[in-house]
């Protein structure tokens, strides 16, 4: 019953937010801390999966696993300089492969 409460908690404040402009939260520059930064992503993520009414598809944990992942990884990337560098080469790649099979 807590378990359901919590959820029923989340939902109803997540769909609270969606009416309100939420942009000042959900972006951040380098410069910020780690931890405003992974705030920031996460808020953008969760509030994507509200409007999408994806968010608690497959529940609350998971949702949360999916997210605070997504967004690690992200950072990971960022901190490393490979964020542009990783989307620039997979944008290469694909479009090669897609290139090399429309040619057979």
């Known amino acids: 019953m807590k378990k359901i409460m ?3 908690a989340a939902t ?3 769909a609270a937010c969606e009416n309100m402009d939420l942009s000042k939260y959900t972006t951040a520059s380098a410069n910020d801390s780690v931890k405003t930064r992974l705030r ?7 509030t994507a999966k509200v409007q999408a009414g994806t968010l608690l598809a497959n529940g609350l944990s998971a949702a949360a696993d999916e997210i605070s992942t997504n967004c690690i990884k992200k950072l990971a990337l960022q901190s490393a300089g490979l964020d542009t560098e990783a989307n620039s080469t997979a944008t290469s790649i694909l479009s090669n492969l897609m290139n090399g099979n429309a040619a057979k």
Do not use: D, G, M
């Not at 920031?40 to 969760?46: F, H, P, R, T, V």
């Open 40 to 46: 920031a992503c996460i808020l953008s993520e969760a």
């Open 12 to 14: 109803a404040a997540l």
């Open 6 to 8: 919590t959820i029923l």
